[in-house]
């Protein structure tokens, strides 16, 4: 079956302006996380969501973040204002839930902040 | 405490070699270490994991050996192939209100040469 997608692939923004990052996981799929991976660096955790349960945000670099799941399944990434340090490859992975611990990433989106 | 620290950062080794990527962690809670190979543009995969239950993991040709005493873990690749390149991450989680929270480590690039 499909894998976890992510849009855009690649963003391009200026300073200042939000963006919108997209992750649709896998059908079925109950837990969903984003990370953020900086050039060179380990994949920097950022919120997860586990079915109808509160998300885990403790991984939000700033008030600027902010992420909602819709009806258990798509999920977007919101940064207001970006800066520079935002750019990075935000990537977005899913597993089955609590009990399975595999995690599917997606390609990720590339995001530069002009 | 949450660290999972990785070495070495970057690995050039001869096709046919064997490639090794260490590992040690802090916290005696994790309970679960996967690895993760990670090609240019494309989001990480599961490549293996282990429990610490094992000492040691083998499929196909990659190897974890796990070091329950000294909190270490390890990657190895025998007769690494030029299709090996990449950046390997291994990992760390344990369960955390219901779900597996991970830490990464900093990341292994590897090239094979022919």
């Known amino acids: 079956g499909a894998g976890v997608s992510q849009s855009p692939s690649n963003k391009v923004t200026e300073k200042g302006k939000d963006v919108e990052l997209r992750c649709d996981p896998i059908?079925?799929?109950?837990?969903l996380y984003w990370y953020r991976q900086s050039l060179g660096q380990g994949l920097e955790f950022l919120i997860y969501?586990?079915?109808?349960?509160?998300?885990?945000k403790s991984g939000l670099p700033s008030d600027r973040f902010s992420a909602e799941r819709t009806g258990g399944s798509v999920s977007t990434l919101t940064i207001q204002r970006t800066q520079q340090e935002d750019s990075a490859v935000y990537l977005c992975?899913?597993?089955?839930?609590?009990?399975?611990?595999?995690?599917?990433f997606g390609p990720g989106t590339r995001l530069t902040v002009t | 405490q949450q660290q999972v620290k990785q070495s070495p950062q970057s690995l050039i080794v001869q096709k046919g070699g064997i490639s090794i990527i260490n590992c040690a962690y802090e916290?005696?809670?994790?309970?679960?270490f996967p690895w993760y190979q990670q090609f240019p543009g494309k989001g990480p995969a599961l490549l293996i994991a282990?429990?610490?239950?094992?000492s040691e993991k083998k499929e196909g040709r990659f190897t974890i050996s796990f070091n329950k005493s000294a909190k270490q873990f390890s990657l190895h690749i025998m007769d690494s192939q030029p299709g090996d390149s990449a950046t390997y991450f291994c990992?760390?989680?344990?369960?955390?209100?219901?779900?597996?929270?991970?830490?990464f480590g900093t990341g292994t690039k590897l090239q094979v040469i022919p």
């Open positions: 969501f586990q079915g109808n349960s509160a998300p885990d």
């Open positions: 916290n005696t809670a994790f309970d679960y």
């Open positions: 990992a760390a989680s344990r369960g955390s209100g219901g779900y597996q929270k991970v830490t």
């Open positions: 059908s079925g799929h109950t837990a």
């Open positions: 282990i429990r610490p239950d094992v």
């Open positions: 992975a899913s597993s089955l839930g609590q009990a399975r611990y595999e995690q599917y």
